[in-house]
């Protein structure tokens, strides 16, 4: 038996493949990995296979129970549900006052069927009921939950009016339903946001996928603790957190897009990715999101079409990917995907024998993969019968972009015979046809970086590109170039959502309608957001205040125990310089340090007017980019001089407005952000994190000229 050690272990749900990661708590190194086929057809669904890959990593790296420290899984349960219409029929219970108020609320509460798939008739069926305030007695909240059961109601949702300022209301209306056996979900307990009707609808769809998610999580927790695992289990979010099993019980809609999560988590805690474009490649689907400053970009959900007020990685599905078919005219190739080989059931051309293709003639075959699909999707009929077809990933081996080392690497010369006789067809050679594949698909890739760009406000001189997915190697190199932009593939690419479940941090997000916050306001809301199961000396909690709806957002992370990013390698001046070079890239010149602490080194340099800043940390991560800014170190005493005095200096005067700075503080171990559009609301959130900070302690204020050019 191996001497004890402390073990992370993350689990990915994929559509094909379950796979299980275990890695060293302390060094973030890999132990073991193992995979086994999603068990969708199963009894238990997916949850076995999340078990079967855990029981099996353990068993197979000589991992003691004792020794697993952190254990969570992604799930594409709550997706799935919603895509396959495998979701319970909601009764909603909807509470209000009198005269105007109950006569418009009424209206906002009577929900219609949820839609999720117009197509094919896919949707939650949802009953009503309205009751008044002052009529709210147990005997009439109970017939209202019979006549909804009556009705076909499998779920109950308790929403009123105004319910984030007063729940109790809804509290009863749970407490009844619970007490008769029936899953039920609190409006104002998904949300603290006012929008009564997008807010219940948001409910109503949490509700539905109630049943079957605390089936799973119950199956899930019991074989784990079977297993002798005393740990916490922990579920991914769709915003990059986990979260304890007991809290997907009660919000499973939370882990709804938590596969793409994974991913990005990977790339953001194991790479240390803190400013990239993420780009994660499959089979059949590209994830494209943005991680910038060391936060992913987040917005809400759409669910079959919905607004939710559920937060989700900004992730973009793209229909094409590592096996994408190619669709071709008379003239060349039409468009490459949706549609990918394995839906046609099809090999790819550069994972097949060439003895096997040198057999005979090849035929040309047009098809359509699925009923309905175009008919002009290409495939090569071999001799044998059986038909291949070649990929993104084939044209990519074509023209020799893919190394050895890449999970996507193969046989480029087989992969060149099938594609020979379409090349002739249309008259052109197999090295024009595999650039004319790449082509369509930069198409898309370039215009949904683009608008991710432009969302995010993202420098695109600094942008770069991280390939993962077993896929990676068949776009990213292409697109990569074509964008004039840095791109890496990482060791272990195939499996970096496992290594992003095993990294995650615990993660919530409390938000509220505040339009003139004052400290305690966000004090208050921060310590909501910091009781979210993590370890309180690892909590960070980031403010955001949007002044034109009141809406301020406090987001909180940290690790389930102490020692989970504090035992990394430390990086000296000469190691954070390096960094900063490669991440300024070959533009900027005369890069300098500007200031630093114990914690922190700031490097600026020149790029024709512009003096772009990287602020590094000791860890080596590059926390934040600024395309053109100041950096001054102050005491934390006397910091409100300097920062009225950028707030002048780096005003940028347009014809209709005038752009303030955005500011970045270094204080202590932590690097704040300040992005608040007026001065009082900066100073109000920088007091905050500054005012029990010793007043000689060196802070660092980065200004960061708000002008996107």
């Known amino acids: 038996m191996a001497e004890h050690r402390a073990v992370r272990m993350g689990i990915d749900v994929g559509g094909t493949y379950t796979k299980c990661v275990a890695m060293d708590n302390l060094t973030h190194e890999i132990i073991g990995k193992n995979e086994v086929k999603t068990t969708h057809d199963d ?4 949850a076995a296979g999340v078990v079967q890959s855990f029981k099996n990593c353990m068993a197979e790296n000589d991992i003691a129970p004792e020794d697993v420290v952190f254990v969570a899984h992604s799930t594409t349960q709550a997706t799935n549900a919603f895509i396959e219409g495998d979701v319970a029929s909601v009764g909603v219970i909807g509470v209000a006052g009198g005269g105007l108020e109950g006569f418009l609320a009424k209206r906002q509460l009577n929900l219609k069927d949820i839609v999720l798939d117009e197509k094919v008739g896919r949707k939650i069926p949802v009953h009503n009921r309205f009751l008044k305030k002052k ?10 939950i019979k006549e909804l059961c009556g009705e076909g109601s499998q779920v109950i949702v308790a929403s009123m009016a105004f319910g984030v300022d007063n729940m109790d209301e809804e509290v009863k209306i749970h407490d009844l339903a619970e007490a008769q056996g029936l899953p039920v979900s609190m409006a104002s307990d998904i949300t603290k946001l006012y929008g009564l009707t997008r807010r219940t609808r948001t409910a109503a769809i949490n509700a539905s996928i109630l049943p079957k998610m605390m089936a799973t999580a119950n199956a899930t927790e019991s074989s784990v603790r079977n297993a002798g695992v005393t740990v916490p289990l922990m579920i991914m979010r769709g915003d990059g957190g986990v979260m304890e099993i007991s809290e997907m019980r009660k919000r499973p809609i939370l882990t709804a897009l938590s596969g793409p999560a994974a991913s990005v988590m990977g790339s953001l805690m194991y790479l240390r990715a803190s400013n990239a474009i993420y780009f994660e490649v499959g089979g059949t689907t590209t994830n ?3 991680i910038k400053n060391g936060r992913p970009g987040v917005d809400y959900a759409q669910i079959g079409g919905h607004d939710t007020y559920i937060n989700s990685l900004d992730v973009r599905i793209l229909g094409c990917a590592g096996g994408s078919m190619v669709r071709i005219n008379d003239h060349g190739v039409e468009d490459v995907g949706p549609r990918s080989a394995h839906i046609a059931g099809c090999e790819y051309a550069c994972f097949t024998p060439e003895e096997e293709i040198d057999a005979g003639p090849l035929t040309i075959e047009m098809l359509s993969p699925k009923p309905g699909d175009p008919s002009d999707y290409v495939a090569v009929k071999l001799a044998s019968g059986k038909r291949i077809c070649f990929t993104n990933t084939d044209a990519a081996n074509v023209l020799g972009l893919i190394d050895e ?9 087989a992969a060149r015979k099938c594609m020979q006789p379409v090349a002739d067809k249309l008259g ?5 046809l595999a650039t004319q594949i790449l082509d369509k698909d930069f198409e898309k890739v370039n215009a949904c970086i683009n608008a991710l760009a432009d969302k995010y406000q993202l420098d695109h ?3 770069k590109l991280v390939g993962c997915g077993g896929g990676a190697a068949s776009l990213v190199p292409y697109c990569a170039k074509k964008m004039g932009l840095q791109y890496s593939i990482p060791e272990n690419a195939e499996v970096i959502s496992s290594i992003g479940v095993a990294l995650s941090m615990v993660r919530d997000v409390v938000e509220r309608v505040i339009p003139n916050p004052t400290q305690e306001d966000i004090k208050e809301l921060k310590k909501e957001a910091i ?16 002044s034109q709806t009141g809406k301020v957002t406090a987001i909180a992370t940290g690790s389930t125990e102490v020692k989970t990013t504090d035992l990394l390698k430390e990086c000296d001046e000469a190691e954070a310089e390096q960094l900063a070079k490669e991440d300024f890239g070959a533009k900027v010149s005369n890069i300098r340090l500007a200031e630093k602490t114990d914690k922190f080194y700031v490097y600026t340099g020149d790029m024709g007017d512009r003096h772009p800043i990287r602020i590094v940390d000791k860890k080596g991560f590059i926390k934040v980019q600024c395309s053109d800014g100041v950096a001054a170190k102050v005491k934390a005493g006397e910091y409100k001089e300097k920062v009225e005095e950028l707030w002048k200096d780096m005003a940028v005067f347009k014809t209709d407005t005038v752009l303030r700075p955005d500011y970045f503080v270094c204080v202590g171990p932590r690097v704040c952000d300040y992005s608040a559009v007026d001065l009082d609301q900066v100073m109000l959130l920088m007091d905050l994190d500054i005012m029990d900070r010793e007043p000689d302690e060196d802070i660092i204020v980065v200004a960061s000229v708000n002008d996107v050019r």
Do not use: L, R
């Open 43 to 46: 009894k238990d669904g997916v």
């Open 135 to 144: 009529e709210m007695t147990d005997e009439k909240i109970n017939a209202a």
């Open 288 to 290: 494209i999101g943005v």
């Open 405 to 413: 080392k890449y999970f996507a690497h193969g046989n480029a010369s």
């Open 428 to 432: 052109i050679t197999v090295e024009e």
């Open 461 to 463: 001189d600094a942008m």
């Open 531 to 546: 009781g979210s199961g993590a370890s309180p000396d690892t909590v960070e909690v980031h403010i955001e205040i949007d």
